[in-house]
């Protein structure tokens, strides 16, 4: 069985930093790419960033220059370090791992809310 678990959403003020972790437990070989979405009320959950196995990184137009993925592949753990805060950055963020003979797993979300 295996389980994806996010931490360190928050309350955070415009211009402030979360960073948000995602570790993998349980019978994992290999992870490949790892990734992080978010979902805003109204709105399709979209991707924020991904980075593969050999930290190849994509990011949205949106967070580029203020976010930035990191793995561990050694714990199964992905991050986001988010800088600069927006507003428009309020959503539920959520993790999403592919790993191998298993598939597609998703975390359960946390919250980020950017607000004075």
């Known amino acids: 069985q295996v389980q994806v678990v996010e931490s360190g959403g928050g309350l955070v003020q415009p211009g402030g930093s979360l960073r948000l972790s995602c570790a993998a437990s349980?019978?994992?070989?290999?992870?490949?790419?790892m990734g992080w979405y978010r979902q805003a009320p109204g709105n399709e959950r979209e991707l924020v960033a991904t980075?593969?196995?050999?930290?190849?990184?994509n990011y949205a137009a949106s967070v580029k220059g203020r976010f930035t993925i990191s793995r561990d592949n050694a714990k199964n753990t992905v991050y986001l370090q988010m800088n600069s805060l927006k507003p428009e950055d309020t959503a539920v963020y959520y993790c999403?791992?592919?790993?191998?003979?298993?598939?597609?797993?998703w975390g359960q979300g946390t919250q980020v809310t950017v607000s004075s």
């Open positions: 999403n791992m592919f790993i191998l003979s298993l598939g597609n797993y």
């Open positions: 980075i593969s196995r050999t930290h190849n990184t």
């Open positions: 349980g019978t994992i070989f290999t992870i490949y790419t």
